[in-house]
């Protein structure tokens, strides 16, 4: 058995979509087939760290579709990078108790730094690949 929605998009289909929508995602077939290559090789960490990355965890599954990873293989990785987040923010949580406000003040302008680098990295991305196809 494999993952869900990936596989019924499959590759080809992806790469379709990218073929039609690729300069908005920022995206080349060349890029899906060494992100396909890269999963191949690393799926099961790239699920378990997917798990720990905010953005990220919401969409792991879709890769790990296209790659026809085997659901009980997805479900393993899966499970062991949520314990390792739902541990973390649990931890934390307990070490910094009532001050949850202080971390707020000095996390705030650090998670908006985050925002505004990740925008800046898609537009420059986004000019980058209008520059190539001039």
């Known amino acids: 058995m494999v993952c869900g929605r990936g596989y019924r998009l499959g590759a ?3 790469k379709g979509i990218v073929k039609r929508h690729g300069r908005w995602l920022t995206l080349s077939e060349a890029d899906v087939d060494r992100a396909q290559r890269w999963f191949y090789r690393y799926g099961g960490v790239a ?3 997917g798990r720990l990355i905010p953005a990220v965890r919401s969409v792991i599954s879709v890769p790990a579709g296209i790659a026809q990873m085997e659901l009980r293989r997805f479900l393993m990785w899966s499970s062991v990078g949520t314990v390792a ?3 973390l ?3 934390l ?3 910094l108790g009532k001050r949850f406000t202080e971390v707020d003040a000095w996390l705030q302008p650090i998670s908006l730094a985050i925002v505004a680098l990740a925008v800046a990295g ?3 991305r986004l000019y980058r690949g209008r520059e190539q196809t001039s």
Do not use: D, K, M, P
Request: glycine share 12%; proline share 0%.
């Open 122 to 124: 898609y537009l420059y």
């Open 85 to 87: 987040w739902t541990s």
């Open 47 to 49: 699920v378990c760290v």
């Open 89 to 91: 923010l649990a931890g």
């Open 12 to 14: 080809e289909r992806f």
């Open 93 to 95: 949580g307990y070490v």
